[in-house]
């Protein structure tokens, strides 16, 4: 099936030939769905805190911070801005020369509260000879747009979100990495106020990512008294997944090669597994506020990052404990108490387990990466969903599905799907190591059986794609995973450019 060139291909990838055929083999068979035990709710596995809860986890992180803990901020940041355009784009191919659509009539009367408007203003002086204002006037609403997302001026058309003027600040307009920057001092700096930021980004753009922390991380260090490490990765060509044509042979590209595509966020486990930290929290690139907003989300920062150090606090006794051998069965009674009610982790079969095999059990279930997740209520806005989900070994625990992992022909599921009443912000804080001070392989913990396949096309002609179990969908399935609402005010993405118009982005 391979040639030589393909093999060789393969090689420059660091892809073996086993794992190319393998991904052959999934576009036949496909992924399996999930079998579900029950949506996720306050009820079913989201821990809702209460005032005396709060106080004790801040003052949980707090003392964690204090005591020197390893702490990072992980924020994949590759992703194209060009979808928050769409509508614009679509303007400048119709043959109508001014707004016509709400959407469009609703970013030229609201384009002076852009952060960016300053830099387009500038862009359209030199590039048009007329300022905005002057422009709208004109009904050259044309020309502002392509001085906005083409290369003549801001090119943000080109570029990722990360790199966007995004908020007003009293410094200048905010770029989404710069304000990444700002929560990492404001939840992040441990005792030596160092501040570990880690951005994943594209190779084409990591060098305007650079060029900006080089700009920007002294004045940020001495605003808050902090000093920044910042680091970045890019998404591994080892980790790319072969595309495929509809009868699942390689897809090949005009030049006869194979062809190869990105496999997905659920790549960024390799990225993070590379990361030395005790603890990371994750946040997309884009979900970020101005200043005067940021209470509540540096808040419920610390608050499951206090969670998850609780947490991970009791499970290191534990499982000292086992390996001491020295324990009663009213303790192991305990160690299963805990897991079902605190770390949501149910077993059917548990009770026709000796304490021999119990032990073997509760040290595989406790001895993983941990993460706590915020769920906020569902709005509907989009975004993964919260369940209680079988796992392969029978046992059930918590897990983030996207809908394509749900059996749309199981009325159940369907049902249980719909009637959610949370849904994950990606807001999530992870602990990678384990009680002996040593870092988790994370590549053991994911569940390959979780990926899922789309429909594209190049060229004209239809494939088939393949994408990774997701970061925080199966990438970390096999986790310890607990869930706390955290407030709707802490979510707050850029979906479009007109999201920065709402009032949380002013």
């Known amino acids: 099936m391979f040639t030589q060139q393909d093999k060789e291909l393969f090689r420059q990838k660091g892809i073996s030939e086993e794992k190319v055929t393998e991904q052959l083999h999934a576009f036949q068979t496909g992924f399996p769905y999930l079998k579900l035990a029950n949506a996720a709710s306050p009820q079913h596995g989201i821990a809702v805190l209460t005032d005396d809860d709060r106080s004790n986890?801040?003052?949980a992180w707090e003392r964690y911070l204090h005591d020197g803990g390893q702490v990072l901020k992980f924020v994949p940041a590759s992703g194209a801005a060009s979808r928050m355009f769409k509508d614009l784009y679509e303007f400048l191919d119709t043959a109508d020369a001014t707004p016509s659509t709400d959407f469009l009539r609703q970013f030229f009367d609201g384009i002076?509260?852009?952060?960016?408007?300053?830099?387009?203003?500038?862009a359209c002086r030199a590039?048009?000879?007329?300022?905005?204002?002057d422009l709208m006037r004109e009904g050259k609403h044309k020309a502002i747009v392509d001085n906005l997302l083409n290369e003549k001026g801001l090119n943000y058309g080109s570029l990722p979100k990360g790199l966007l003027l995004f908020?007003?600040?009293?410094?200048?307009?905010?770029?989404?990495?710069?304000?990444?920057?700002?929560?990492?001092?404001?939840?992040?700096?441990?005792?030596?106020?160092v501040v570990h930021v880690h951005f994943t980004v594209s190779p084409e753009h990591r060098p305007h990512f650079e060029a900006l922390a080089r700009a920007k991380a002294d004045h940020y260090a001495q605003q808050f008294g902090v000093t920044y490490d910042i680091t970045f990765s890019e998404q591994k060509a080892s980790t790319d997944t072969v595309a495929a044509n509809p009868d699942n042979t390689p897809f090949r590209?005009?030049?006869?090669?194979?062809?190869?595509?990105?496999?997905?966020h659920g790549a960024l486990i390799e990225n993070l597994n590379d990361l030395d930290a005790d603890i990371v929290f994750i946040k997309n690139i884009d979900n970020v506020v101005p200043d005067r907003m940021k209470e509540a989300t540096v808040t419920n920062k610390r608050l499951i990052a206090g969670v998850l150090t609780t947490l991970q606090h009791k499970i290191f006794e534990y499982m000292e404990l086992l390996d001491s051998g020295e324990y009663t069965h009213a303790q192991l009674e305990g160690i299963i108490r805990f897991m079902r009610d605190d770390l949501c982790i149910r077993n059917p079969e548990?009770?026709?387990?000796?304490?021999?095999?119990?032990?073997i059990y509760m040290r595989n279930k406790l001895n993983r990466p941990i993460r706590v997740c915020g769920m906020v209520k569902n709005v509907g806005e989009p975004g993964g969903g919260p369940f209680l989900a079988y796992n392969t070994d029978g046992t059930i625990s918590l897990q983030i599905l996207e809908s394509s992992q749900i059996d749309k022909s199981n009325a159940d599921y369907v049902k249980m799907f719909e009637s959610g009443t949370h849904f994950n912000p990606v807001d999530l804080v992870c602990g990678l190591k384990d009680y002996k001070g040593n870092p988790f392989d994370l590549t053991r913990f994911v569940?390959?059986?979780t990926g899922f396949i789309s429909s594209k096309s190049k060229n004209g002609r239809e494939l088939k794609a393949l994408e990774l179990p997701?970061?925080?969908?199966?990438a970390m399935s096999n986790w310890n995973t607990v869930f706390v609402e955290v407030p709707l005010d802490t979510f707050n993405p850029v979906k479009t450019v007109n999201d920065l118009l709402r009032e949380q982005h002013q």
Do not use: C
């Open 57 to 59: 986890y801040l003052t």
């Open 112 to 122: 002076h509260a852009f952060a960016f408007f300053d830099a387009l203003d500038a």
């Open 167 to 193: 908020h007003h600040a009293d410094n200048g307009a905010r770029t989404p990495m710069e304000e990444h920057l700002v929560e990492g001092a404001l939840y992040a700096a441990g005792k030596d106020r």
């Open 470 to 474: 997701g970061l925080w969908n199966g």
């Open 127 to 133: 590039n048009e000879g007329k300022g905005i204002d």
């Open 253 to 264: 590209n005009d030049d006869g090669s194979i062809l190869f595509r990105p496999g997905g």
């Open 350 to 359: 548990l009770k026709m387990l000796e304490d021999a095999d119990l032990v």
């Open 447 to 449: 569940d390959p059986q």
